[in-house]
């Protein structure tokens, strides 16, 4: 007596709902990348400089545009002045959760020396030992 072998269907994986899937991630980190760059208009003053070393935390950006308002690139509304105590608890905030963050000050190049001065003395009393100050290289 002879047995039957069976043969069995080879098993196949669909893979259209995969791509409809990947798909529509594309599509929408398409639409969210350009809302993750938001910033403030700022005129930097344009200087030699070198770069600053890379680290693996992201900087603390805080900004000071024409009219003597702070910025700062964390939380919501980053797009809005907001105030230097809320400022100093923020960063207050952020140095005791990430100790060793780099914190730089973008200072538009038509804002009085002094106002970078008081934002650069208020980082300091809210527990920041050092800034780096960003510029853009001059035009050649």
């Known amino acids: 007596m002879r047995q039957r072998i069976r043969k069995r269907p080879i098993a196949e ?3 259209v709902p995969y791509i409809d899937v990947m798909l529509v991630l594309l599509i929408i980190f398409m ?3 350009p809302l993750l760059s938001q910033g403030v208009k700022v005129e930097l ?3 030699p400089s070198e770069a600053m070393p890379a680290t693996d935390k992201e900087p603390v950006v ?7 308002n702070f910025y700062i690139n964390y939380g919501d509304n980053q797009d809005k002045p907001i105030s230097a105590n809320v400022l100093a608890n923020r ?6 959760y990430q100790p060793n963050i780099p914190v730089f000050v973008k200072g538009d190049n038509n804002v009085p ?10 980082l300091q009393s809210a527990g920041v030992d050092g ?3 960003v510029t853009e290289p ?3």
């Open 45 to 47: 003053p344009q200087v």
């Open 13 to 15: 994986i669909n893979v």
């Open 131 to 133: 800034v780096g100050l």
């Open 91 to 96: 960063i207050n905030a952020l140095i005791k």
């Open 62 to 68: 805080v900004s000071v545009d024409d009219g003597g």
């Open 138 to 140: 001059p035009e050649q």
């Open 113 to 122: 020396y002094g106002r970078v001065v008081q934002l650069m003395a208020l």
């Open 31 to 33: 639409i969210t990348a």
